[in-house]
């Protein structure tokens, strides 16, 4: 088991470093080969790994997460300054939305009519993922989006009154 867990951490290497780096990867010819180029017992293994919440699949969740922040902190300090117990929190919720993909396989594919796993396919999920996040960030910056924003953060406020520890002084509308 330890063989097979350290040869998954190994092939995933190269990919953990393009998805830190994707603000100079997307101009690389292999980008999308490298994104979306996984076996799909890989994937499941990696997916089972997590959700059995092992020392290794632990380990593997903490390792993609701290990735995840760091393309998050990269381009965007204004929303994830490094450091911020929110930006952590980003990343470990974006972690949470893109596995749920690969624990809902079956079920993706159902719906889109053909199986995510597929060389031909799963490219086509991460360009709906980018529409969708196009289309949220103009939601988000609505009125309505902002109005929701307050809403939620007033919300927060009410449920926990800021006891001026590191984070509550952070501004959510």
Known sequence: RQA?????LQLLG???ELIEEAATAVDRPDFASLLYGNDEVLVRYVVQMILEGSDAGNA?????????ERFLTQGQL???PRGDPRSR???TVLMIMHLGMG???GQLSRRLGADVAEPAV???VGLLILDVYAAMG???TSDVGGKARAALAAYIRQLRPPTGEEGDEHDDT
């Not at 097979?4 to 998954?8: E, G, L, N, Q, W």
């Open 14 to 16: 190269p990919q953990m």
């Open 78 to 80: 204004d929303l994830f």
């Open 89 to 91: 929190d980003a990343a």
């Open 60 to 68: 593997l969740f903490d390792w993609m997460a701290a990735g995840t």
């Open 138 to 140: 103009r939601w988000v």
């Open 103 to 105: 624990v809902l396989r």
């Open 122 to 124: 799963a490219p086509r």
């Open 4 to 8: 097979c867990d350290d040869r998954v």
